[in-house]
């Protein structure tokens, strides 16, 4: 069986274990097994509706009266352990933080080779994985093969479409509660504190104006926030604009920040250095505006204004309210 390492918020899956259950799909039918998915929290239970559709058959619920929250060692122990018990061969996890580090903690447990951040993977006739992933924040890409007879990958942020199955399958819930120790829970989450965030999260959000030095000050941002509440989205920003303390961190797009998977991203004033387009890289669609042709976002972008963005933006925004 191929288990897949499903996060969820209120019973629902997020985008990146959708995406990861691509993935996880596709190995399932390359190894003629079944694709399974294991679930912790309250709601758990509730997935099944949720992950139906996208081919998984079995849903583990992970329960014990100790993972009332997040605990990292104790949910890589109990992944650990439930890969042992239906005898697992291959795990898989979203390319997240939480992901990333459920996974190592279990494989450290399993004694198994991880390879993260996977943007494809073949599986050869001897059962070992041909794999392409990304390396130093996206900027190399590393052909890999990893073999073993248990193995964890992760897939990469946004490399994997959310898709549903040729057949939905109808599955099977079963809870499995694993043997833990004190050790295993000396670091959970004690609460959780909602930050002063406001309007739509950068990494839900289906269009980001982003901003960067060529902005020229945090008075600039007016432009793009007009922008951005005429198109239904947000603003983001990049480091360049966040050192000179113009926008929050919360609103930095890249390496460091947040990664976006908007459907257009229009970048203003924004170089495009490496560490930015890693955050970015998962738009549909770039359309940059900057006065230098030369710039690295032009000729990364699908789209691209060679102009000032105070004359630019201003005019998009009029263009729009005259449909609206």
């Known amino acids: ?123 050869d006739d001897a059962g070992v994985y041909e794999l392409e992933r990304h390396r130093w924040g996206g900027s190399l890409l590393e052909h890999a093969r990893l073999e073993g007879d248990r193995k964890l990958v992760s897939a990469a942020e946004h490399e994997f479409p959310v898709e549903s199955a040729d057949e939905e399958a109808v599955p099977t819930a079963t809870e499995f509660t694993p043997s833990l120790e004190a050790d295993h829970l000396r670091v959970r989450v004690d609460r959780v504190e909602s930050g002063d965030e406001e309007g739509i999260p950068l990494g839900e959000a289906r269009v980001v104006v982003g901003g960067g030095r060529g902005v020229g000050g945090p008075e600039d941002y007016d432009q793009l926030e007009e922008l951005a509440d005429l198109l239904g989205g947000t603003v983001g920003a990049s480091r360049a604009a966040i050192n000179e303390g113009w926008r929050p961190h919360d609103d930095q797009v890249g390496q460091t920040g947040a990664k976006i998977s908007p459907d257009i991203y229009l970048a203003c004033g924004i170089s495009g250095a490496v560490q930015h387009m890693v955050g970015c890289k998962g738009a549909e669609t770039i359309l940059a505006i900057n006065t230098d042709p030369e710039a690295a976002i032009i000729q990364k972008a699908d789209w691209a204004v060679v102009g000032d963005l105070h004359e630019v933006v201003p005019e998009l925004n009029d263009a729009i309210r005259e449909q609206t």
């Not at 274990?17 to 758990?44: N, Q, Y």
């Not at 998984?56 to 009332?68: A, P, R, S, W």
């Not at 795990?91 to 447990?109: K, Q």
């Open 1 to 123: 069986m191929i288990l897949a390492f499903v996060e969820h918020e209120s019973g629902l899956p997020d985008e990146l274990s959708l995406e990861a259950l691509s993935l996880a799909r596709e190995l399932a039918t390359a190894e003629g097994v079944d694709l399974g998915a294991a679930v912790f929290g309250d709601e758990g239970a509730a997935l099944a509706d949720e992950l139906g559709p996208y081919g998984v058959e079995e849903i583990h619920h992970v329960t014990h009266d100790e993972l009332g929250g997040y605990a990292p060692e104790a949910w890589g122990e109990s992944l650990a352990q439930l890969a042992d018990e239906i005898e697992s061969g291959t795990v898989v996890v979203p390319g997240s933080d939480r992901g990333h580090e459920v996974a190592a903690h279990a494989g450290a447990t399993l004694d198994a080779p991880m390879a993260t951040n996977c943007v494809a993977v073949e599986v």
